[in-house]
């Protein structure tokens, strides 16, 4: 029957979904679904986890609310502490918000600001990368650089530049180094800062491992340690988006730890909360939290769930199940077992181009031609297909198309909750490849 849900389509009738039980939804008609990609890399503990459960049952029995207008509350508290001691070096602060999209408007905002609060006010400009993906609010779709999703809101949003990705499948040169083709790609970020005039340029914004758009791209050696030289040279923030990769995605509870890189500000969400609450925060350096405390004193921003108790106290039972159980550590192994099974059973597909990431955040690109890497015609829409198949099959997975400019290419990517199984690997793998094939033969 239908109801008044305004959903994201208006075409098609979804499952409801009933309960969840550790890495599967169940729907009410009884159906099973693996959670093979965290919904949005986000439910990194699965669907029922007793530890987060109670701690949001305790946590409402003391306090549900309270307007940080007026009130800070011990949740927020702590968990600021917590992510401030485990963030990179320089990183001090935490502005805690309600997702991803809030965190990375936050992050502009405080940009601005803070080079006003320093007697800079003609720095207003972002860089961002093609390929990208930041959001879906305004300034945060405007940073982004996918096109498919701006295009019809372009006449909104305020200018950003947008410089290459770093995209190695596509992008480096067959007698390239990696090293090599990541200075090079990086050295984009030089010539475009030159091009608009270092006094301008407020901030370069980008994720360590592209998520949404790209696949699970992941920075080649080198590359983001050069942007951060750029970056410093010019007196430009450095923004790490790490909404997707972050909170223990890649195997670090930061992805920027494995390129040995610390950023100005870093933005993270999704897997904070594991989908048992919405949650994000901005988290800042102590320079640039000084600034406002010996200027203005006050940031001219705010939401009014901000710092909410009960999101705060489920990322801190997050945070808890991570450290108590090891997660990170589990990640990396079962990242390197789900790309081991992924490659044993897609790695020789002759429409699978690359397979890539970092721990249990997995991309697999489709292509009409291995040798090539010619693009399947867009309008086919093999993304949708594979989606449509594997949910058929049992298997959330998360299919995108124009993978390579907004329009043209085919992924998938893979973010299971870090409790997976290795019997779940093989099912995840082996439903993934029947989806690939059935929607191929389609």
């Not at 093609?130 to 019809?152: D, K, M």
């Amino acid at each position: 029957m239908p109801g008044h849900v305004f959903g994201r389509s208006t075409r098609g009738t979804l499952p409801t979904a009933a309960h969840g039980d550790g890495c599967y939804i169940v729907d009410t008609e009884g159906r099973r679904y693996l959670d093979g990609s965290g919904g949005a890399a986000v439910s990194c503990l699965g669907h029922s986890d007793d530890g987060v459960r109670a701690a949001l049952h305790a946590q409402l029995d003391r306090l549900a609310f309270a307007h940080t207008g007026f009130f800070t509350s011990e949740p927020a508290e702590q968990l600021a502490d917590r992510l401030a001691a485990a963030a990179p070096q320089g990183i001090d602060r935490v502005y805690l918000l309600s997702g991803g999209s809030e965190a990375v408007e936050a992050a502009l905002k405080l940009a601005r600001q803070y080079f006003l609060e320093i007697g800079q006010p003609e720095r207003h400009r972002v860089i961002a990368r093609r390929q990208s993906y930041h959001g879906n609010t305004l300034g945060a779709l405007a940073a982004g650089g996918n096109l498919w999703r701006r295009a019809q809101f372009a006449p909104l949003l305020v200018e950003v530049s947008h410089i290459a990705p770093c995209y190695a499948y596509r992008d480096r040169a067959e007698d390239e180094s990696l090293e090599a083709y990541g200075l090079r790609v990086a050295d984009e970020l030089e010539a475009e800062i030159r091009r608009l005039g270092p006094e301008t340029v407020m901030a370069f914004i980008a994720e360590p491992v592209v998520g949404a758009t790209a696949g699970a791209v992941p920075a080649v050696p080198g590359y983001l340690k050069r942007i951060r030289e750029i970056c410093d040279a010019h007196g430009v923030l450095l923004i790490l988006d790490e909404v997707m990769c972050g909170m223990g995605r890649t195997g670090h509870l930061f992805a920027c730890a494995e390129d040995g890189v610390a950023p100005d500000m870093i933005t993270i969400a999704k897997g904070l909360g594991a989908g048992y609450q919405p949650i994000g925060a901005l988290m800042t350096s102590g320079r640039i939290y000084d600034a406002i405390a010996a200027g203005s004193g006050f940031f001219q921003h705010g939401h009014t769930y901000m710092g909410h108790p009960m999101a705060a106290a489920a990322a801190n039972a997050v945070l808890d199940a991570i450290e108590q159980r090891d997660l990170l550590a589990r990640v990396r192994t079962q990242g390197e077992n789900l790309s081991a099974a992924l490659h044993a059973r897609l790695g020789q597909h002759a429409h699978v181009g690359d397979i890539r990431g970092r721990g249990l955040f997995r991309g697999v690109e489709l292509v009409a031609d291995r040798e090539t890497k010619a693009t399947f015609d867009p309008a086919a829409k093999l993304h949708a297909r594979i989606k449509a198949e594997a949910m058929a099959a049992g298997l959330i997975c998360y299919p995108m198309g124009g993978t390579i400019d907004g329009v043209h290419g085919d992924h998938v990517l893979l973010a299971p909750p870090f409790i997976i199984e290795d019997a779940q690997i093989d099912e995840l793998t082996d439903k993934l490849a029947t989806a690939i094939d059935r929607a191929l033969a389609a």
